[in-house]
């Protein structure tokens, strides 16, 4: 394997790149969304070792040149941050989806509370339905 980067290790004979992190860098959820956004070009590899590092290796599904392996690798980070972000803000996001879910709920059912939810509890917000009025709270 030869090296033109510090970061990657390419073996041009059988056209794949590799490259290590250290494994808490990215969610493992981000590292398995960005294989799978990569899947329809390249058989994406993953591996971790004792020394806590993750390896991934990515090989063409058809013959690559080594700019063209760099620049899959280079798009392949990119995606890993893309996922990551994804990951960080649907975390964030996670009680206002909850919300709107719990009123979507409320008003498919006619405003009545979905089974399972706390008989009193008012809708956290109206949110438009498909006639196009505004849901009412339970009281």
Not at 32 to 45: E, I, M, Q
Not at 55 to 82: C, P, W
Not at 97 to 110: K, N, S, T
């Amino acid at each position: 394997m030869s090296s033109t980067q510090r970061r990657f290790k390419i073996n041009d004979s059988i056209g794949e790149i590799s490259f290590a992190f250290e494994s808490g860098a990215y969610r493992k959820e981000a590292l398995y969304g960005a294989a799978l956004v990569f899947s329809d070009r390249c058989y994406v590899y993953v591996e971790k070792d004792s020394k806590k590092r993750t390896t991934v290796v990515l090989k063409g599904k058809k013959n690559m040149r080594t700019e063209d392996l760099e620049s899959l690798a280079g798009e392949f980070h990119n995606e890993l941050l893309s996922q990551t972000l994804r990951w960080m803000v649907a975390r964030h996001n996670r009680k206002t989806r909850e919300a709107i879910e719990i009123q979507a709920l409320y008003a498919a059912r006619g405003g009545t509370n979905p089974s399972g939810a706390k008989k009193g509890r008012k809708p956290p917000m109206a949110v438009p339905v498909a006639s196009g009025s505004v849901a009412k709270e339970v009281s």
